[in-house]
């Protein structure tokens, strides 16, 4: 894994003042500089950005006579700490760049690019870098006044401030982060550089697909439906560069939301696709969402080891490490099955079936939205309501169905929320509340039946692991057996019986 790198980055606006900054921080602590440097960058990419849709920038930077490239993983999620390049090394001047990074991604990722990658945009760079030392913990605070152009003349400057922390623990960089928090005309970005440039350059934020908006109540069923399943399937799609080279678990869990709600839309809007291909799309979305479950379920674990350490601190740290080679062992095969299952082939017959669905004449099929969303949604209400009741005497079985309705049914909110307004906003946050809770007893659970496989696995685990393994196996079917209570008393308090009653009561009622 790639080990992270602490750096924090500050927007600066007209109202910034370098004095003011260096006041406050004087007054905290000791600041010494600063040094003062320029250096040239440029991005590339292809026409169709092919590696920002792989969750990858690649930077040409010469500093001080000196020309080094960068390969660098962009994370979906903002807030995830960026990381040490995958690449990074000198590269003269007398070799082609392009056709470079063209070989390295190929050889290194297995990603295959459609054409050379170009030069997207370029930055001037003086940059002003201060060491600074707050009760013992050193920081480098960095502050660039950027000039960007890009191939077309578009030009932009602004300025950044950066906070750079290569070896110091989180939590000791965030006192610096909130001291500079208070500095007037900085703000907090998530944000890398590259992104803020295209912003700042009119070139935008790289999407993957884009939300469809909600079903207007006057517009067509067949139309509305046939819109909202194109629009995730491209959402779905647009992760799947990232999906194969595997970099950021992101990619799997956003392209499996996805699939998803392709899913819940295919079946709360049946009647608008034809049943044949209806059923054929169905099947093939249903292999492929499973394979990225398997994944997505280790990387959810494997995640949650830190917590299963902490609550556990008698283990040794030996077989912590132990337990997290081997979910890596498993995670690496359920990628490469995930890999083989999004081949050519495999995508080529979810796109037939999915042409298939969307272009068939369903004739007689006139219903505006706004006439059926209240049956639809009712109908959903019933099948939740149904998987409430079967709680009373269920376990982690009937908890984890009760949570797939939940899910279903806010996801057909959200198909639908124009036509039933702020109510649908209310009632859609109530189920989001009431799934998370819901999921956090399905990770406990198979939290369980994971170590249970783990300790099948070769060779034989040690004793501290196999005592660990022990542990989670046990409080798993503490939590399995207790599952339906656990889901009777969430559902309990955040209203779902109530918001089940009210959907499912007629329009007039409400």
Not at 370 to 384: F, P, W
Not at 386 to 405: F, S, V, W, Y
């Amino acid at each position: 894994m790639i080990a992270p790198r602490v750096a924090t980055r500050f927007a600066c606006d007209e109202d910034f003042v370098v004095a003011d900054l260096l006041e406050r921080l004087q007054a905290a602590g000791a600041v010494h500089g600063p040094v003062e440097a320029r250096a040239d960058e440029l991005y590339l990419d292809t026409r169709t950005d092919e590696l920002a849709a792989a969750g990858l920038s690649v930077r040409c930077r010469e500093h001080v006579g000196v020309r080094t490239v960068e390969l660098v993983v962009v994370p979906i999620d903002a807030a995830v700490p960026p990381t040490a390049p995958l690449l990074e090394r000198a590269f003269p001047r007398t070799d082609e760049l392009g056709d470079s990074v063209r070989g390295w991604v190929a050889d290194r990722l297995g990603l295959m690019l459609s054409e050379v990658p170009r030069e997207v945009l370029s930055l001037t760079i003086v940059r002003r870098r201060w060491a600074y030392v707050m009760n013992e913990v050193g920081v480098e605070i960095v502050i660039d006044e950027i000039a960007a152009t890009e191939p077309h003349g578009r030009r932009a400057r602004f300025t950044d401030l950066t906070v750079e922390a290569p070896d110091v623990a989180p939590g000791d960089v965030r006192r610096v982060v909130t001291l500079l928090g208070r500095v007037r005309g900085l703000e907090l970005v998530r944000r890398s550089l590259f992104e803020r440039t295209r912003v700042a350059l009119g070139l935008g934020e790289f999407r993957y697909g884009s939300k469809p908006a909600p079903l207007e109540p006057d517009e067509l069923l067949v139309d509305g439906a046939r819109r909202v399943v194109a629009a995730w399937w491209a959402n779905a799609v647009a992760h799947i560069p990232g999906v194969r080279i595997g970099l950021d678990s992101e990619h799997v869990h956003k392209m499996r939301v996805a699939l998803r709600r392709v899913r819940t839309a295919l079946r709360l809007f049946e009647h608008a696709f034809d049943p044949a291909a209806l059923t054929v799309l169905r099947d093939r979305l249903r292999t492929m969402g499973r394979l990225l479950g398997v994944a997505r379920d280790l990387d959810v674990q494997r995640a949650a080891l830190g917590g299963w350490r902490a609550w556990l601190p008698a283990v040794d740290d030996a077989a912590w490490h132990d337990l997290r080679e081997r979910i890596d062992r498993r995670r690496h095969t359920a990628r490469a099955v995930v890999v083989v299952g999004l081949d050519a082939e495999a995508l080529r017959e979810v796109h037939s079936a999915l042409e298939r669905c969307l272009a068939a004449d369903v004739r007689g099929l006139r219903h505006t939205v706004g006439a059926v969303a209240d049956g639809l949604l009712a109908k959903r209400a019933a099948r939740c309501a149904r998987a409430l009741e079967k709680t009373t005497d269920g376990g982690a079985r009937e908890a984890h169905a009760l949570r797939i309705e939940v899910k279903n049914l806010r996801y057909s909110l959200d198909f639908l929320s124009e036509a039933l307004g702020s109510q649908g906003q209310d009632l859609a946050e109530r189920l989001s509340a009431l799934q998370e809770d819901l999921g956090a007893v399905q990770d406990d659970v198979q939290a369980g039946e994971l170590a249970e496989q783990l300790a099948a696995m070769a060779p034989y685990p040690s004793s501290a692991t196999a005592f660990a393994l022990g542990l989670m196996v046990g409080y798993a079917r503490a939590r399995g057996d207790s599952a339906g209570f656990a889901a009777q008393q969430a559902a309990a308090a955040h209203g779902l019986v109530e918001a089940l009653a009210q959907l499912e009561a007629p329009p007039r009622t409400r």
